[in-house]
Nanobody, 121 residues
Framework: QVQLVESGGGLVQPGGSLQLSCAAS????????MAWYRQVSGKQRELVAGSTGGGSRNYADSAKGRFTISRDNAKNTVYLQMNSLKPEDTAVYYC???????????????WGQGTQVTVSS
């Protein structure tokens, strides 16, 4: 019905930068929330950055000042620009959308497949 495809993960040295992308395809009328979460093995998935269709943005304290979330609504795509990366940013990063398939329909949550980000020298 709706698929989210992520790209941009990889290995980067401490202090480096990466940009993640997540594009949605399928039956989409509107998207409200676009967000990025991350998860370390054995720990709970945590919110990194989020945005709403109304234009608000929010960030985890660990991401403030270093990460920037942006979205291209025409392309159904969300980005996460990550600068000044630290080893503790190492995790699998997941995108999360809430999607309305038809006008006046409910919004449903969808997750990307996850992309590994490793920060190491």
């Amino acid at each position: 019905q709706v698929q989210l495809v992520e790209s941009g993960g990889g290995l980067v040295q401490p202090g480096g930068s990466l940009q993640l992308s997540c594009a949605a395809s399928g039956t989409i009328f509107a998207i409200n929330e676009m967000a990025w979460y991350r998860q370390v093995s054995g720990k709970q998935r945590e919110l990194v950055a989020g945005s709403t269709g109304g234009g608000s943005r929010n960030y985890a304290d660990s991401a403030k000042g270093r990460f920037t979330i942006s979205r291209d609504n025409a392309k159904n795509t969300v980005y996460l620009q990550m600068n000044s990366l630290k080893p503790e940013d190492t995790a699998v990063y997941y995108c999360y959308f809430t999607v309305q398939n038809v006008r006046f329909g409910n919004f449903y949550a969808f997750w990307g497949q996850g992309t590994q980000v490793t920060v190491s020298s």
